[in-house]
Structures are given as C-alpha cells and as structure tokens.
C-alpha cells in the first residue's frame, strides 16, 4: 500500500530513479550540469518528511531568517507544491549541510550531519489555482533560528525595474542552488542519479511574465550552462554572484530537464502579501 504521507515529488523521484519517463509531472526538480555548491549558498537548505525515525527526501529551499512575532524562530522558504499533500501533522526536518547522503535504494533516505526541527508548514491559500499563476509559495516553520545569513528578498516589482532598465535581458546570468538528482544525457538515454550534496549551476535568463523568471539551463548552448531538473522545486535562483533570491524553482519545463525551467518570482504582490506574514520583507 502507498504510504499517503509521501509527497507526489517523492512518489515521481522514486519512479524516475529507475528511468525518466516522456510525461513527466511538470514540478522543478534538480540542478543540471552543476558543481559542488560547498559554502557557497550555506543559506540553501533541504526539507525531508520523517516516518518512522528516517528522514526522506522532500525539496530543496532557502533560510528567510527569523520569524516575525516569533523570536528565536526561523522559516525556510521552499515550494507550495511540495508541501500541499502533506498532513498537518507531518513531522518535517531542514538540513543546510553542503553534504549530505541521498540513498534511492530506501526511498530516498536523506542522511546529514545536522538538523533542524519543524514546527509547523503553510502555504499560500490560493496555490495551484491558476496555471498561469500558480502562487507556488510555501514555508516551513523552523523551531530555532540558523546561525546563517538568510537570503536577500528583493524589493517590490524589482525585476520589472532591472528590465525596463536593462539590467534584466536574454542571457542575464540567474544561480540556481539546490540538491536534486543529477541527469545525464550523454551515449546513453536520460537517467538521474543521485546528488552528493548542494549543487549550483548558473542559468540564463530568457523571459519575464507577471508571475515566473523563464530560465534557459541547456548545458549544449553554451559553455558552463546549467540549471534545475528533477529533485529541486523550492531551490532559490539569485542574481548572479550575489544573495539577492529573486525566484524560487516552481513548474513547467521541458520533460527531460535539458533545456527551459520556470521560477515563481518573489517580487510580485502575491508573493509579498504571503511571505510577509512570516518575514520582514524590503
């Protein structure tokens, strides 16, 4: 019998350990053609579910800081999407170690040397509702602070202003940091394997909409070039070379993960109105 606590995410990666199906489930899973992440993102972190004592695999996310109205508290921001089938009193564990052990011969069992207790999880109310919009914002309650400097939120409308300023065009450069599965392409049909840790790979911006970031990873258009695939909804996506979080990696994309991916902006109304219930926002 399928355990109901396990997320659509987990179920999919389960399957896909095995071989990546034509019709994937349109979620933003993993970091493609990246390297080792090692202190470079220490604010980048993942969620896993606990059941029965083990800890498996949930999404990847970022540290927000502290909570608002809540002293001594933190929040990790990662993807409604990943959190939407969950009952509410699923027991749910954040890591923000640089290594860490996936093993997908156990569903995904995450093994890390350090941990950090959730207290509770929300999302926002209206996520998934519109396809065009999705609002796929979500947050983990954190039962401390972690002793990490949390992300840059960016101020309202920030990436419209960087646009219509150029400073937001085709080929801007967008980091995307997270711990999925890793696909290859290469001699042989696409296949994942597990990730060792934090990874990051740089994307290039491609579009603009009221709600997403359009990001090009295609690791064969240019040199260098990487971006998300399966295992890495929720990861944050920075301007390049800063903390500034911009988006965090939502749906869409190409089913074999070689090419297009799609963040839900932070910068929009939507985001703004959810996330500052919970953190102290530009």
Same mark, same amino acid.
């Given at each position: 019998m399928e355990n109901n606590r396990r997320t659509p995410l987990l179920r999919a990666a389960t399957?896909?350990?095995? *071989?990546?199906?034509?019709?994937?489930?349109?979620?933003?899973?993993?970091?493609t053609n990246g390297v080792p992440d090692k202190n470079g993102h220490p604010n980048a972190g993942l969620f896993t579910v606990e059941e029965g004592g083990e800890r498996?695999?949930?999404?990847? #996310? %970022?540290?927000?800081? /502290?909570?608002?109205?809540?002293?001594?508290t #933190? *929040?990790?921001l990662t993807a409604a999407h990943c959190l939407a089938d969950l009952p509410e009193d699923t027991q749910l564990w954040v890591t923000? /170690?640089?290594? *860490?052990t996936v093993d997908p011969e156990n569903d995904f069992e995450v093994t890390a040397a350090s941990w950090y207790r959730a207290t509770g999880f929300d999302v926002h109310p209206d996520a998934g509702a519109s396809r065009a919009n999705p609002r796929d914002y979500g947050v983990i309650l954190l039962e401390t602070t972690?002793? *990490?400097d949390p992300v840059a939120f960016p101020r309202a409308g920030l990436l419209d202003d960087l646009?219509?300023?150029? &400073?937001?065009?085709?080929? %801007?450069l967008i980091d995307v940091v997270g711990y999925g599965a890793i696909p290859t392409f290469k001699g042989a049909p696409p296949n994942l394997g597990p990730a060792s840790g934090r990874m990051v790979a740089t994307s290039r911006f491609s579009a603009l909409t009221h709600a997403y970031v359009g990001?090009? &990873?295609?690791?064969?258009?240019?040199e260098g070039l990487g971006g998300a695939c399966f295992g890495d909804s929720g990861a944050p996506n920075f301007l390049h070379g800063t903390n500034r979080i911009v988006s965090i990696m939502s749906g869409g994309g190409d089913a074999i993960c070689r090419a297009k991916a799609f963040g839900a902006r932070l910068d929009i109304p939507e985001a703004r109105s959810f996330l500052g219930q919970y953190v102290s926002l530009p």
């Open positions: 399957l896909l350990a095995a *071989v990546i199906a034509l019709a994937l489930p349109q979620a933003a899973l993993a970091i498996f695999y949930g999404c990847s #996310g %970022s540290y927000a800081g /502290e909570r608002r109205g809540a002293p001594g #933190g *929040v990790f923000f /170690e640089a290594d *860490v972690v002793p *990490v646009a219509a300023r150029g &400073g937001l065009r085709p080929g %801007s990001l090009l &990873g295609n690791p064969d258009a240019q």
